[in-house]
Structures are given as structure tokens and as C-alpha cells.
């Protein structure tokens, strides 16, 4: 998906050249305050969950790609003037800025967001008396605009991420003023892009981060007296099935209550007889690479003549998946 900008049409205030690249650091200082301004649907959602580490992982890559391509166009655009920097940049966003983007999985959204701020619709804006705050946020129909990306988002996480890479824009013309920020040369312009996916990525790579202890898949093998077990965990926070074999065929239900826990429902067959049991289960090290599930349950088989109780702690171990039977998931 591609978040790109339009470069604003240029106003002669003195033919000043602004060069100006605030460092990111600065930047973030104020942005818990910027995002305030920016409109926010999502704020008490969910972030995000291991169903959108795919749309989360496109956002990143395209991201990361728009970033460099900007950042790889500075050096180009220093060397024009202002007028001839500014067209150069507006063809480069809307065409080779664009090259090796990967749809987002699930996405259905507007494919930009355009920072347009509120004073650049002014009649005659050198004449308003409002602050720079004011002049700077971002115009109704851009907001509206940025919601309907953020609505689309696989996750809250990602319309956050989109917020906070708005806020930089905002937060710029903020601090240098609404004026000057209308006046900046173009190279300058794809630097603050440089930041505004800066803060973008961080955000995504945030949630990736935070996900990648609970999303990963799993084989799985344990084994209890004669009792082999085996199959695939696919994610730790949704419903899996283990099978089980001895003399009789074992079907291990998992209904997750968290990434670590839950609870076992267990059904069994052959020799013709049935049995069921139940129980719960806990996970230890999940954020290492090979945590261990230990299931306490009891079951009950009805074989003819009698029937047989069992129960007992289960120790299965889970190793990363190193095939692709999940990726469809």
C-alpha cells in the first residue's frame, strides 16, 4: 500500500530557499502531542495479533522501500532550484517512488495520504491571524482521508503507525512555521518523508516485535509411556489439534485462553472401544525457541468388557517450524 504525498504548489514569499532538516529525535519529543491533534477512531482498539503479521510485514517492507527511495533522491534534488526541485519531486512521488511496492493483504483502502495542511486553503493566508497550530493541521478532507486508511488497516496497529507518520509532517511545519514550511525547497521535503516513514517503521517494527513471542509455529512432539504425539501449532492463541498413538488413536483439542494456556478436550478410539477426558495446559518459554507444553488431564476408555481411567502430566516439546504447512494460515 502506498502512503505517498502531494507535493503542495508553490507561493513566492522573496524567493527564499528553506533548508531546513530537523533531526527525529526532536521530532518525537512532541509527537504524543501532534497525534492528539490528528484525529484518532482506533485509540482504545486492540493493536494487533498474529492473523496481521502478514499485512503488518507488507506495511514495513513498503514502508522501508519509500524511505530509502526518498532518502536515495535528496542528493538529485539539492542540486535544482526550488521550482524545478518541487515538479521533479512531485513526478518522482507519483511514479518511480512507487516501483517494487507489494500489495497489502486484505487492504481496500485509499492507496495515499495526503498531509494537506488546513492554512494552505486559505484566501489569502498571509493576511491570518491564527497559529500555527491551526494553520498547520491537517485540512477535513485529508483527515477524512487518513481515517478511511487507518478504518482499512488489517489492525489498530497499523492506522497508529499511519498516524504517527502524519504527525511528523504536522510536528514539522509546527516548529519551522506554516509559512516557511509552505516555502521549503524540495529536497528538504524528501527528507522530512526520510522521517515521516521513520516513524512509521519504528512503530510497525514495535508491533512486530511485541508479536513475534506469541506468533510463532511450532512442531510438536512429546511422548507419555507409549503414547506418541505429534502435529503442527500454527499460532498459540488460536484452537490446534495434536494427534496421539499407541495401541489406540489419540485426538488432543487445544483451546487457547492466552498465548501460554488453556484448556484440552481429548477423544480416543480403536480396538472397539471410545474414551474421552479433559484437562488444561501451560507453556514455559514461549519467548525462547524451544518452549515446553505440559498437559494435566484425566480420560476415561469403554472397552468390552470394563473401561480404564488414566491420567498424568504430558510433556510435549515445541520446536520452530522449519516448513510451510502454516503459510496459508
Same mark, same amino acid.
Given at each position: 500500500?502506498?502512503?505517498?504525498?502531494?507535493?503542495?504548489?508553490?507561493?513566492?514569499?522573496?524567493?527564499?530557499?528553506?533548508?531546513?532538516?530537523?533531526?527525529?529525535?526532536?521530532? &518525537?519529543?512532541?509527537? +504524543? #502531542? !501532534?497525534?492528539?491533534? =490528528?484525529?484518532? @477512531?482506533?485509540? $482504545?482498539?486492540?493493536?494487533?495479533?498474529?492473523?496481521?503479521?502478514?499485512?503488518?510485514?507488507?506495511?514495513?517492507?513498503?514502508?522501508?522501500?519509500?524511505?530509502?527511495?526518498?532518502?536515495?533522491?535528496?542528493?538529485?534534488?539539492?542540486?535544482?532550484?526550488?521550482?524545478?526541485?518541487?515538479?521533479?519531486?512531485?513526478?518522482?512521488?507519483?511514479?518511480?517512488?512507487?516501483?517494487?511496492?507489494?500489495?497489502?493483504?486484505?487492504?481496500?483502502?485509499?492507496?495515499?495520504?495526503?498531509?494537506?495542511?488546513?492554512?494552505?486553503?486559505?484566501?489569502?493566508?498571509?493576511?491570518?491571524?491564527?497559529?500555527?497550530?491551526?494553520?498547520?493541521?491537517?485540512?477535513?478532507?485529508?483527515?477524512?482521508?487518513?481515517? &478511511?486508511?487507518?478504518? +482499512? #488497516? !488489517?489492525?489498530?496497529? =497499523?492506522?497508529? @503507525?499511519?498516524? $504517527?507518520?502524519?504527525?511528523?509532517?504536522?510536528?514539522?511545519?509546527?516548529?519551522?512555521?506554516?509559512?516557511?514550511?509552505?516555502?521549503?525547497?524540495?529536497?528538504?521535503?524528501?527528507?522530512?518523508?526520510?522521517?515521516?516513514?521513520?516513524?512509521?517503521?519504528?512503530?510497525?517494527?514495535?508491533?512486530?516485535?511485541?508479536?513475534?513471542?506469541?506468533?510463532?509455529?511450532?512442531?510438536?512432539?512429546?511422548?507419555?509411556?507409549?503414547?506418541?504425539?505429534?502435529?503442527?501449532?500454527?499460532?498459540?492463541?488460536?484452537?490446534?489439534?495434536?494427534?496421539?498413538?499407541?495401541?489406540?488413536?489419540?485426538?488432543?483439542?487445544?483451546?487457547?485462553?492466552?498465548?501460554?494456556?488453556?484448556?484440552?478436550?481429548?477423544?480416543?478410539?480403536?480396538?472397539?472401544?471410545?474414551?474421552?477426558?479433559?484437562?488444561?495446559?501451560?507453556? $514455559?518459554?514461549?519467548?525462547?525457541?524451544?518452549?515446553?507444553?505440559?498437559?494435566?488431564?484425566?480420560?476415561?476408555?469403554?472397552?468390552?468388557?470394563?473401561?480404564?481411567?488414566?491420567?498424568?502430566?504430558?510433556?510435549?516439546?515445541?520446536?520452530?517450524?522449519?516448513?510451510?504447512?502454516?503459510?496459508?494460515?
Amino acid at each position: 500500500m502506498f502512503k505517498n504525498f502531494r507535493v503542495p504548489s508553490t507561493r513566492s514569499h522573496g524567493g527564499i530557499l528553506i533548508r531546513l532538516c530537523l533531526p527525529l529525535g526532536m521530532l &518525537a519529543l512532541s509527537q +504524543a #502531542s !501532534a497525534l492528539m491533534v =490528528i484525529p484518532s @477512531a482506533s485509540a $482504545a482498539q486492540a493493536e494487533c495479533d498474529c492473523k496481521d503479521i502478514k499485512a503488518l510485514q507488507a506495511e514495513l517492507r513498503n514502508a522501508t522501500r519509500l524511505q530509502q527511495a526518498f532518502r536515495n533522491k535528496i542528493t538529485e534534488l539539492r542540486k535544482m532550484g526550488k521550482a524545478e526541485s518541487t515538479i521533479a519531486l512531485k513526478q518522482f512521488a507519483e511514479g518511480e517512488a512507487r516501483r517494487g511496492l507489494e500489495p497489502v493483504p486484505g487492504y481496500k483502502g485509499p492507496s495515499e495520504v495526503d498531509y494537506h495542511p488546513w492554512g494552505r486553503d486559505l484566501y489569502d493566508p498571509t493576511g491570518t491571524k491564527h497559529s500555527a497550530q491551526k494553520l498547520c493541521s491537517m485540512s477535513s478532507s485529508a483527515a477524512v482521508t487518513l481515517d &478511511a486508511a487507518v478504518a +482499512a #488497516s !488489517a489492525c489498530p496497529g =497499523i492506522g497508529r @503507525a499511519l498516524r $504517527a507518520h502524519e504527525a511528523v509532517h504536522l510536528i514539522f511545519c509546527v516548529t519551522i512555521g506554516f509559512f516557511p514550511y509552505e516555502e521549503m525547497h524540495a529536497a528538504d521535503r524528501a527528507q522530512e518523508e526520510v522521517e515521516a516513514y521513520a516513524a512509521q517503521i519504528k512503530v510497525l517494527r514495535e508491533i512486530l516485535d511485541s508479536l513475534k513471542p506469541k506468533c510463532k509455529s511450532y512442531q510438536a512432539t512429546g511422548q507419555y509411556l507409549r503414547l506418541a504425539i505429534s502435529g503442527v501449532i500454527c499460532d498459540l492463541e488460536k484452537p490446534f489439534t495434536l494427534k496421539g498413538k499407541s495401541m489406540l488413536d489419540f485426538t488432543f483439542r487445544f483451546t487457547p485462553t492466552s498465548s501460554n494456556a488453556g484448556s484440552v478436550a481429548i477423544s480416543m478410539s480403536g480396538y472397539g472401544g471410545t474414551g474421552e477426558g479433559s484437562g488444561t495446559y501451560t507453556i $514455559a518459554g514461549i519467548e525462547t525457541d524451544n518452549p515446553r507444553m505440559t498437559v494435566t488431564a484425566t480420560y476415561t476408555g469403554r472397552f468390552p468388557p470394563g473401561s480404564a481411567m488414566g491420567s498424568g502430566p504430558l510433556q510435549i516439546d515445541l520446536a520452530p517450524l522449519e516448513t510451510s504447512e502454516c503459510d496459508q494460515q
